[in-house]
């Protein structure tokens, strides 16, 4: 009798431990979803999706936290990228051109930076503004950051840089480019359907 029981306690145990482990699978595939969807709407659908598929659980199936992470991400690569192109301009053998778009570039880089993390904190805020004006202060910063990635590339378009130079450059700004776009996609549709 006392094994039956034994038996018995242990078939609830993993029936409820298997009932748990379910809807976690559907959350994620949820989120996996809804992200893969939501990615289909953007200029680099395949950048979307391997850059975002890994946060799904986390997600779901929120616009906000879709257009907080990507935010995020985008703050993250934004400093990346100007860590990289900072080294390049300690590389020897640049020209005086090279090391003024590098200049240039690193400046712009650092404006970006500063307006996505405003437009983060302002993610993450909840109060003063009205939702409207909320969002549309995060999209003017993001659009900002974008046209920043632009003036960047505008100093790598003259035949006087370095081959190498412009295809390390191009590389670091078009991702981020990329993903500044994703992110002020994300933000434009949680702005129109909170």
């Known amino acids: 009798m006392a094994a039956l029981l034994i038996l018995i306690h242990l078939a609830t145990l993993l029936n409820s431990s298997l009932a748990v482990r379910k809807p976690l699978g559907t959350q ?46 985008s703050l993250n690569t934004t400093r990346s990228a100007s860590t990289v192109i900072v080294k390049l301009s300690k590389s020897h053998g640049l020209k005086p051109k090279e090391i003024a778009a590098i200049r240039d570039c690193v400046e712009e880089l650092k404006d970006s930076v500063d307006e996505l ?66 992110a002020l996609a994300f933000v434009s549709h949680y702005a129109a359907h909170p």
């Not at 003017?140 to 590339?153: F, R």
């Not at 790598?156 to 191009?170: A, D, P, Q």
């Open 117 to 182: 993390k405003r437009a983060c904190d302002e993610m993450g805020s909840g109060g003063g503004k009205s939702f409207e004006l909320r969002m549309s202060d995060i999209q003017t910063w993001v659009s900002a950051a974008l046209t920043d990635e632009d003036t960047c590339m505008d100093g790598f378009s003259g035949k006087y840089i370095n081959g190498n130079l412009k295809t390390t450059v191009r590389r670091q700004i078009v991702k981020l480019a990329h993903l500044i776009s994703i």
């Open 28 to 73: 994620t595939n949820i989120g996996t979803e809804f992200i893969r969807t939501s990615c289909g709407t953007t200029t680099d659908p395949g950048l979307c999706m391997t850059t975002f598929s890994g946060y799904a659980s986390e997600i779901q199936a929120s616009p906000k936290l879709l257009a907080r992470t990507a935010l995020s991400v």
